[in-house]
């Protein structure tokens, strides 16, 4: 679920582009609709999986604002 707070502020973790983080935001949401988990960061300097909690911590991923082919 999206809150407002997060829509209109962002999330100081993710950075300053509230656009980009409004993409990564709904792509996320959307995958847990479809029925998907939380993912990890594969490895550092990788893009995150959209399913990773990008916002808590990019685990030494870089910011990934939409799936991948892999299931990311």
């Known amino acids: 679920m999206i809150n407002s707070d997060r829509w209109f502020v962002g999330s100081a ?3 300053s582009d509230l ?3 409004r993409h990564e935001l709904v792509n ?3 995958g847990h609709g479809l029925g998907h988990d ?3 960061c594969p490895s550092a300097g ?3 999986p959209v399913m ?3 916002t808590i911590s ?3 991923c870089r ?3 939409w799936p991948s082919v892999t299931g990311g």
Request: aromatic content about 12%.
């Open 13 to 15: 973790n993710y950075g």
């Open 19 to 21: 656009a980009d983080y």
């Open 28 to 30: 996320h949401e959307v």
């Open 38 to 40: 939380h993912r990890y």
């Open 46 to 48: 990788e893009p995150a």
């Open 52 to 54: 990773q909690q990008q």
């Open 58 to 60: 990019l685990q030494g």
């Open 63 to 65: 910011p990934n604002l």
